[in-house]
């Protein structure tokens, strides 16, 4: 037991699941959504905007070690990201300054700021310039949180799945070949074991931005021939490889994640998907 208390700004699925583990070491936690969320034990929950003044005076009138923010957008357009990431982040920190700031500030990012497209390796120190508007705005709110006078660090997650984000293997039923372009992904309980590991990491060797991601980057075209075979389809039936307009794009290494001690329960999309299969055959059949 800690006795330590955390707040979570905006609580899904990855949010609660990090809350949880944190409400079962004796921490207090507090999540806050705008929408309603299922009951969890010990959970403190306060439904509402980040931005309205009734949350922001509840935030500066409590003390949290640290704060968790996990937004996200209500659409895909360049004002949805601003109002999803960037305004929430200003009002914080414009709140903060009034007392009570964190003693860390974790900030769930997204691989999606690096804009290389040629195959590179791309870590902490690679350059990070989205020309993507709405990545734009993601890089933008890191800048805000980084630049502030907190101890904020940014956590960029590469592509997320688990079992019920079953993107990928839908595409491979429907027998969509992919292409040559890297691809790279983290899973669900990996990226929640990230947030647990860096809220209790001693705040001396927390570092300011870490890239999240398994070590096994692979072409679209070769994941999705690897999973025909895990789900009994000929590879052979799959549509013949597209030719990427983004180039070969990026391969994302998290080596500063390992040596800070963090071990990847997930370190391959084989042994992830392997978890996930289960659950999606009995999708596709109906069987609980």
């Not at 944190?22 to 207090?28: C, E, M, P, Q």
């Not at 595409?171 to 990230?194: M, T």
Request: proline fraction near 5%.
């Amino acid at each position: 037991m800690t006795g330590k208390k955390h707040l979570f700004i905006g609580f899904g699925d990855l949010a609660s699941r990090c809350a949880q583990a944190l409400i079962d070491d004796g921490d207090t936690v507090v999540g806050i959504a705008r929408s309603e969320r299922p009951t969890q034990v010990g959970l403190e929950f306060w439904q509402g905007d980040v931005t309205s003044e009734s949350i922001l005076q509840r935030i500066r009138e409590a003390y949290f070690d640290s704060v968790v923010i996990t937004l996200t957008p209500s659409g895909r357009r360049e004002e949805d990201y601003r109002r999803a990431y960037y305004a929430p982040v200003k009002a914080l920190l414009q709140n903060w300054q009034l007392g009570n700031a964190p003693e860390r500030i974790l900030y769930i990012s997204s691989t999606g700021v690096y804009a290389q497209s040629n195959g590179e390796v791309v870590d902490e120190n690679s350059p990070a310039e989205p020309t993507s508007p709405t990545q734009v705005i993601l890089r933008e709110t890191e800048e805000l949180l980084l630049n502030s006078a907190y101890r904020a660090t940014v956590i960029r997650f590469s592509g997320i799945y688990g079992p019920k984000r079953n993107y990928l293997l839908r595409q491979v039923v429907l027998g969509n070949g992919g292409n040559d372009q890297y691809s790279n992904r983290i899973h669900e309980e990996d990226c929640s074991g990230v947030m647990y590991f860096l809220v209790n990491l001693p705040i001396d060797q927390l570092q300011k931005i870490y890239l999240a991601t398994d070590k096994t980057p692979v072409t679209s075209r070769d994941i999705r021939v690897w999973l025909a075979g895990e789900l009994g389809i000929d590879p052979n039936t799959l549509s013949e490889p597209e030719v990427s307009p983004m180039g070969k794009a990026k391969r994302c290494h998290s080596a500063l994640l390992e040596n800070s001690g963090y071990e990847f329960k997930y370190p391959t999309y084989k042994s992830g998907y392997i978890s996930c299969l289960a659950f999606f055959r009995r999708l596709e059949t109906g069987v609980r």
